[in-house]
């Protein structure tokens, strides 16, 4: 059974930054696509980003952005700490949402919710006007 724990959420103003850290108890973690995706109140759940898994080579890149996040997030990973980060810089109040990890071995579509298989529980972030 994969877990994943996101940390690194929480309050920060118009024009600020965030690190949020998602920790995955797996073994060949290596092996994971990993994903960011985002829900705000009343809305439906979003892709943010992704990171393919490690090893391959891909067609566009191994990272993938939402069009609202693209030039201000960043999705990287530490295989060696088996966790996946996203930087998230010049936050808007748009941004305010709850943050999920989410991880899958098989997803040809990096935005396509129903491919990942694991999912932490969420973090929040909240940015202030």
């Known amino acids: 059974q994969v877990q994943l724990v996101e940390s690194g959420g929480g309050l920060v103003r118009d024009g600020g930054s965030l690190r949020l850290s998602c920790a995955a108890s797996?073994?060949?973690?290596?092996?994971?696509?990993m994903g960011w995706f985002r829900q705000a109140p009343g809305k439906e759940r979003e892709f943010v980003a992704a990171?393919?898994?490690?090893?391959?080579?891909?067609?566009?890149?191994?990272?993938n952005y939402g069009d609202s996040v693209k030039g201000r997030f960043t999705i990287s990973r530490d295989n060696a700490e088996n966790t996946v980060y996203l930087q998230m810089n010049s936050l808007k109040p748009e941004d305010t949402a709850v943050y999920y990890c989410?991880?899958?071995?098989?997803?040809?579509?990096?935005?396509?919710?129903?491919?990942?298989?694991?999912w932490g529980q969420g973090t929040q972030v909240t940015v202030s006007s």
């Open positions: 989410a991880a899958g071995r098989t997803i040809p579509l990096l935005t396509d919710m129903a491919r990942y298989d694991y």
């Open positions: 797996v073994s060949a973690f290596s092996t994971y696509t």
């Open positions: 990171i393919r898994r490690t090893g391959g080579v891909y067609f566009g890149g191994s990272t």
